[in-house]
């Protein structure tokens, strides 16, 4: 029962994390930068500049907006294509761990054995956290070049310097949930695909301890000789000792016998 709710959670949580990523790509104010008003005023604003991953514009005071979209892909700014194509590397990679967490689960029924199913789950936890690494790359690439503007001494002063907008943080959020859906998946199949070592008892003389490390062979362990078998070693040797003390007795006899005859 608890695996099952572990994955359900897990599920629930790494999709609400891929529908936040998805929705930043279509959103806008990525960044944003205000101009004030007349005489350096702060209160009244005249304009408003933002930008996203597909166009850069200009809204005025009488809630005009211009827009310029941007070109073909091969004459954008190099970090913007960086963003877009890490983005999309990430939503892809996510919806393929979405599809296999859903057959891979248990309260499914899709796959086949407990064995299969957990290796599918796992699979889709690894295509999970590859894909929200993948999306908080994108992310923290975008939020360094707003910062590295931002706080640059030597920035010319009629230059726009950019804010951090609602769209980052979104994101930011999603790929964490990404990354905590997935650890929700690893933890309900860790110990079937990783079992830990077990005491095998094969005869009534021996102990067989399977070994720790996988590097070992099947036929590689540690035996130990129970008390029975030490009993029988010991037993054992007395009773050679006793006949070869025989031995020695009769042929000491015989050999005074014959002497004597």
Same mark, same amino acid.
């Given at each position: ?82 963003? %877009? ?5 990430? *939503?892809? $990679? @996510?919806? +393929? #761990?979405?599809? =296999?967490?859903? &057959? /891979? ?55 726009? %310097? ?5 769209? *980052?943080? $979104? @994101?930011? +959020? #999603?790929?964490? =949930?990404?990354? &905590? /859906? ?80």
């Amino acid at each position: 029962m608890k695996k099952r709710i572990f994955q359900i959670l897990g599920f629930l949580v790494s999709t609400l994390g891929w529908l936040f990523v998805s929705c930043t790509m279509a959103m806008d104010y990525w960044r944003v930068s205000q101009i004030g008003g007349q005489g350096g005023s702060n209160i009244i604003k005249v304009g408003w500049y933002w930008s996203n991953l597909w166009k850069d514009c200009f809204i005025d005071s009488t809630a005009v907006v211009n827009c310029r979209d941007f070109s073909v892909l091969w004459s954008v700014t190099p970090f913007i294509q960086g963003v %877009r194509g890490l983005l999309m590397i990430g *939503l892809g $990679l @996510g919806f +393929v #761990g979405a599809i =296999l967490a859903f &057959v /891979g689960m248990e309260c499914t029924y899709l796959g086949g054995t407990d064995e299969i199913n957990d290796k599918v789950l796992f699979s889709g936890a690894i295509f999970h956290i590859v894909g929200g690494i993948s999306d908080m790359a994108g992310y923290c690439l975008y939020i360094n070049r707003i910062a590295r503007t931002a706080f640059n001494p030597n920035l010319d002063p009629t230059s726009l %310097r950019y804010d951090i907008g609602t769209p *980052l943080f $979104l @994101g930011l +959020v #999603g790929s964490f =949930l990404i990354l &905590v /859906g997935a650890i929700f998946y690893l933890v309900t199949v860790y110990r079937v695909l990783f079992p830990e070592p077990k005491v095998v008892y094969a005869y009534a003389s021996k102990t067989y301890v399977t070994p720790r490390t996988r590097s070992r062979t099947l036929y590689t362990g540690y035996y130990r000789p129970s008390r029975q078998s030490k009993r029988s070693t010991l037993s054992s040797g007395s009773k050679s000792s006793e006949l070869s003390n025989i031995s020695q007795i009769t042929d000491e006899k015989i050999s005074d016998r014959d002497v004597f005859v």
